[in-house]
Every structure is written in C-alpha cells, then in structure tokens.
C-alpha cells in the first residue's frame, strides 16, 4: 500500500480536507500539515482531527513532505506550486485537484526542480458546500479522479498517485490534459454555467412583477443545487477552461434551439421523441 511520511494540504476545504481525512483512515499517512490563509479554518481543521498541524506559510508546510496536495482555486494552483517549487524535498511529490488541466499542467511541470515530480488529477466529486467542516472521508468513495500524465511524467510518481486516489476509493482512468477539459467542459462546467444562467434568467423573468424564485421546488431547486458553488473557484473554472466551456456552451444551443422548434411548432411526436431520447440516456447512467 502506498504510504506517505508527511502530506502538506494547500487549500484545506471539502477537496483537500476530504483526501486528507480518507488517507488518515487508511493510514496511508504519517502527518498531514495544512496551508492556507484562513486560519479559523486551520485551526478547526485541528480539531476535527484532518490536520495534525497547520501554517500560513506554504513554504514552511512543504518543507519535509513528500507528498503535497495544492487544493487552491485553479487560476491560483501555478503561482502555489512556483512558490513551493524551491523548497520542496527531493522525491516529492505534488498533485492537485483543479478542474482545468492542460493550463494547469502546461504551467507547473516546468517549475518542479530535479528529483521532484507533478502529477495532474481531477477528483470528480464535490458539493456546493466549502470549508473543512465540509469535508468527509467517503466523497471520492465510488467516484471518478482523472489523472492527467504527460511524456514528461515520472513512472513512479504516477503510480503513487494512482494508488493514493484508488485507495480513497476512486476508479482512477488516465486522459491527455487537452481531452481532460473538454471531458469535463461537457459534464461538470456546461451544467454549472447553465444552472448559473437559469437562477439569473428566473430572478430576472419581471412580466408578472414579485420574486418567482420564492415559488420554486423541488424540480427548480434539485436542478440549480449546483448555483450555490463557490463563485470565485466558477469564475476561475470558466477562464481557464473558457474555449472548451464555449465550444460546449455553443452546442448545447443547437439542442436548446432545436427544443425551442419542436415547443413552437406544436410537434407532439417530435417532443416526446426528445424527450424520451434524454430520458433512456439519463436512466442509462444511473
């Protein structure tokens, strides 16, 4: 089983305090130091038992570790890792959890000194809610962390990797960085970009005056759970993956518009066709 002496967590929120806690359990680490600004957010980290020490200073929590896991916004995860990059033990090393991988990848692999190694991933999991009270051992349990090599990634720390997030219980499937964002430009940022435009569309629908979004359900509510993400790590998420999410934005209209027909024309078959096409595709992935 792998097995990592310290692990230094950049970004100890839902995604980094949640691996921290599975590998705890697992005992596939022997310290888990966290790093980051907010330092109410440490300290809780403490004591709910993720973090066994914490620091403001990523240099300083780097230090030792052979493992490092940068959890931070994804528009920040290159200046993290150049910060770190000169103080890092030989041997380690450093993944991350950003949801855009070829800028991300493209960027870091060049800062990480001789005997060092980045490894790209993508844990796909995650809830709107953030912060280390967030955080729980069984989020990556049955789901999917992509791991993204490169021709110049290290055999064996790719392996490590590998097993780490196989060992909190993802199935793990290697992609290219490039096809890795417009994977993920189709089945996570299309439908966060949607749901963001549908609770806007909602609120500013004004033709009968009042607050529509107090009349909303459950069918409105379960479909735009995902609108309460942290904006800040969205924003991020659609520059830097801005030409996947506009290529994938560009379709999904095609099929809105075709829709839109259907509704205009009155056309009974041609709806239920359309919509019992999406239902067997949705049923399938159940």
């Known amino acids: 089983m792998v097995y990592f002496k310290k692990m230094a967590v950049i970004g100890v929120g839902l995604i980094g305090g949640s691996l921290a806690r599975v590998l705890r359990e697992k005992g596939a ?167 963001y435009s549908l609770v806007n569309a909602v609120d500013g629908y004004d033709r009968f005056g009042g607050d529509l979004l107090s009349f909303s359900a459950g069918g409105f509510r379960d479909f735009t759970r995902i609108a309460s993400s942290d904006p800040v790590m969205w924003r991020d998420i659609a520059l830097t993956n801005r030409e996947a999410i506009l290529e994938m934005m560009d379709f999904f209209s095609v099929y809105l518009e075709k829709l839109r027909g259907l509704v205009a024309e009155g056309d009974a078959d041609g709806l239920q066709a359309f919509f019992l096409n999406s239902k067997q595709k949705r049923d399938a992935i159940l």
Request: hydrophobic share 45%.
């Open 29 to 195: 680490v022997g310290e888990v130091v966290g790093v980051g600004r907010g330092e109410a957010n440490l300290k809780r980290g403490v004591e709910l038992g993720v973090l066994d020490s914490y620091t403001t200073d990523a240099r300083e929590g780097v230090a030792g570790a052979d493992l490092v896991f940068v959890a931070t916004p994804v528009c920040t995860i290159p200046k993290v890792v150049a910060e770190i990059a000169p103080f890092l033990a030989p041997g380690c090393i450093v993944t991350d959890g950003g949801s855009v991988k070829e800028t991300v990848v493209t960027a870091c692999e060049p800062l990480m000194p001789a005997g060092t190694f980045f490894v790209g991933g993508h844990p796909i999991a995650g809830t709107e809610h953030s912060g280390v009270e967030a955080s729980f051992s069984t989020l990556y349990m049955g789901r999917r962390c992509i791991v993204t090599p490169t021709a110049s990634t290290d055999p064996a720390a790719l392996e490590k990797v590998v097993e780490l997030w196989k060992l909190a219980g993802s199935t793990v499937p290697l992609m290219d960085p490039v096809q890795h964002d417009r994977v993920v430009a189709a089945i996570s940022h299309l439908p966060h970009m949607v749901a």
